[in-house]
């Protein structure tokens, strides 16, 4: 039952309130960064291999590990805005919730999103590389449904996405699971993540 528990985590039905969160890409479009596909699948593909995969993915190996109250707060210190922050701290602990309401211990204290996803995996049994894979590829899908949305761009242009961008999946949780390289170097991100928190108009609350 491990890969439908892990299908189950991955959905966009599970009830965390990912769907309202841009990560920074309503920003981009605002500053006219991602205007169309194209520019779209380059903003996602950046921010999920120079910050996603660098950075929350290490968390997630780690915490499947060995969940730590140490890695969880360092995770949460190394978000670089307050709606960053709150999107991590908002959707780990109705993660956390949930778990709690299906009798699965969460011994860590105000959880980020990354810890609550790894105590599902320790406890349901789901194979490492397997869950870091389904965590990128659900922050993906989240980010394209968001460019559909809000670009706009079409359903059949987010599938290519999906497609071009899932396609590096398994070489980057590759590279993860291979050597510790914990980075999250992405300035633009952190920059226009700023200037969301006081943009005229949202839809997202990040």
């Known amino acids: ?105 969460v011994p860590v204290e105000e959880p980020a999103f990354p810890t609550s996803f790894a105590i599902a995996v320790r406890h349901w049994g789901i194979e490492p590389r397997e869950a870091v894979i389904a965590y990128l590829w659900s922050w993906l899908e989240n ?12 359903q059949t242009s987010g599938q290519k996405i999906l497609l071009d961008l899932g396609s590096r999946l398994e070489a980057l949780a590759d590279a993860q699971l291979e050597k510790e390289s914990w980075t999250n170097f992405a300035p633009g991100l952190a920059c226009l993540s700023s200037r969301h928190e006081t943009q005229y108009s949202r839809l997202f609350r990040s």
């Open 143 to 154: 980010q394209v449904m968001a460019a559909v949305k809000a670009v706009p761009i079409g």
């Open 1 to 105: 039952m491990s890969l439908v528990r892990l299908l189950q985590l991955a959905s966009p039905t599970l009830p965390v309130g990912a769907y309202s969160y841009s990560q920074g890409l309503e920003a981009a479009l605002d500053a006219n960064i991602v205007f169309d596909s194209g520019s779209a699948e380059a903003w996602i593909g950046d921010v999920l291999e120079f910050s996603v995969a660098r950075m929350e993915a290490q968390v997630l190996r780690s915490q499947i590990a060995a969940p730590s109250q140490e890695t969880n707060d360092f995770f949460v210190a190394t978000r670089e805005t307050a709606e960053l922050r709150a999107e991590t701290l908002q959707m780990g602990q109705a993660l956390s919730r949930l778990l709690a309401d299906l009798a699965i211990p």
